[in-house]
């Protein structure tokens, strides 16, 4: 695979160490818009570094609503050279014309203008069995993750999001969009028929409302950040019934809600 393909292209810059400038050609994550279409509908253009572009694109349309499972899709089409992909639904499933929330602008941090306050309702509380871990658990897991993070580790440019079944990591993503990596999880976890119900999430971004949403949309009873959330977030996952820790620095977190599914 050739650093393209992994996202990664390279610049001259210019390096001052303290003393003196230097002249070396580093590594820089790319940054490419991608088209998603829902039965010939133009949905979105999200800026993204053009991988794993299907299972963003599955990701996207799980979290904005317009699928619940891998049996609503009926096929799934990747155009590299007009970058976009192509999702038919097996029923007829479009945006509402109207809807100016879908104008097509480029999305640059990857956020999302229509999942919000009014999808609360779509989900149930999550259930309080099911998944619990230790505190050793989440710090080994967050310590593992870190190390798989390898284009952040590369280049300094993207987040990470990973899921978990408290034993392993499943499967890591990174993007340069904190939403994206968490869509591609979404889309993964479809296109392999997961039940995300047992599983967690690790983060390397802050969460907010909206990172809580999508969580909430997969089932997913417990998500870990490196990162401090937000008050609103913390709110949010109370009432949706998920555990949030944060704040990692070392051996120390800090459990917002929930804290039954964080024992020793």
Partial sequence: MTPAEKGITTFPVYTFDGRAFSKADVNIIQETPLQIFLNGRHLATIACTGLHVDELALGYLKSEGFIKDSSDIKDVRIDSEAGAVQLLTAAAMTPDPTD??????????????????????????????GLHLSPEQVLQLMDRFIDLCCLHRITRGTHGAALTDGKEILVVREDIGRHNALDMLAGYALSHHWDCSDKAILRTGRVSTEIVYKVWSLGIPVVVSLAAPTARAIELAGDAGITLIGAIRGRSMQVYTHERRVSL
Avoid: C, K
């Avoid at 100016?100 to 259930?127: D, K, N, Q, V, Y």
């Fill in 100 to 129: 100016s929330s879908f104008s097509g602008s480029i999305a640059s941090s990857g956020a999302r203008t229509r999942f919000g306050e009014s999808h609360h309702h779509l989900s149930a509380p999550i259930r309080q069995d």
